[in-house]
């Protein structure tokens, strides 16, 4: 079935270091690919999306490019800062229009 | 702005006790969801719903059932709660459409003790 794979976390990172976290998903056609962020106590929020191949979406300095040759998603920042500490969630539509996440991925930024 | 609204932050209840979650859209979306989230497990599934009165089983649906009599409202239902049941709730909308991203209210935790 439908699915979403994400790097385990935490991931420890140093203020203005270089982020990735990766993520694949099963290829059932060309589903619209999301990244959502949940920073401590709250719901989730969209942090950017991509709806086709080779799309790249971005928002607040992190990056997303839709690749469908290796079915991935992998979300970049180029310099990360503490208030990016939060956890974030790949997620893909499905056939039925329903999300599917990925099991989520901390990360902490120290200062 | 899009607006969900779950009714509690926290909320403590008994085992055995019938636990009802509120939630509450502003934007005249068409799906509403309802997911648990676990630590390592991510966002589960428990029921969804793509109309008024229309309701559809997640992936987890076992002791839990929903209600939707008006468009902007979804409720979950605890039939009986356990203390698997323990978790945070996090309730969902988006408007019909491949592309649109899904829109989620600032989530419940519920203990069962």
């Known amino acids: 079935g439908d699915s979403v794979t994400q790097m385990e976390g935490p991931v420890t990172l140093s203020e203005e270091a270089f982020l990735t976290i990766n993520c694949t998903y099963t290829a059932t056609g060309y589903p619209s690919l999301f990244w959502y962020v949940q920073y401590p106590g709250e719901g989730l929020q969209l942090l950017l999306k991509a709806t086709k191949a080779d799309d790249k979406g971005s928002n607040k300095g992190f990056e997303a490019t839709y690749r469908k040759e290796t079915t991935s998603f992998h979300l970049e920042k180029g310099s990360v800062q503490v208030s990016d500490s939060a956890v974030y969630f790949c997620a893909r539509m499905d056939s039925s229009y329903k999300l599917i996440f990925g099991s989520g991925t901390r990360l902490l930024v120290r200062p | 702005d899009v607006k969900v609204t779950q009714s509690s932050r926290y909320l403590v209840k008994r085992t055995g006790e019938k636990v009802f979650l509120e939630c509450v859209q502003d934007?005249?979306?068409?799906?509403m969801f309802w997911y648990r989230q676990d630590p390592g497990l991510g966002l589960r599934l428990i029921y969804f719903s793509y109309d008024v009165k229309m309701k559809e089983k997640g992936d987890i649906p076992e002791g839990y059932s929903v209600s939707r009599e008006k468009k902007e409202r979804f409720s979950l239902i605890l039939e009986s709660a356990s203390t698997n049941q323990t978790s945070m709730y996090l309730c969902?909308?988006?408007?019909?459409?491949?592309?649109?991203?899904?829109?989620f209210g600032q989530g419940t935790r519920l203990t069962v003790v």
């Open positions: 934007m005249d979306h068409e799906n």
């Open positions: 969902a909308s988006r408007p019909g459409g491949v592309e649109t991203e899904a829109f």
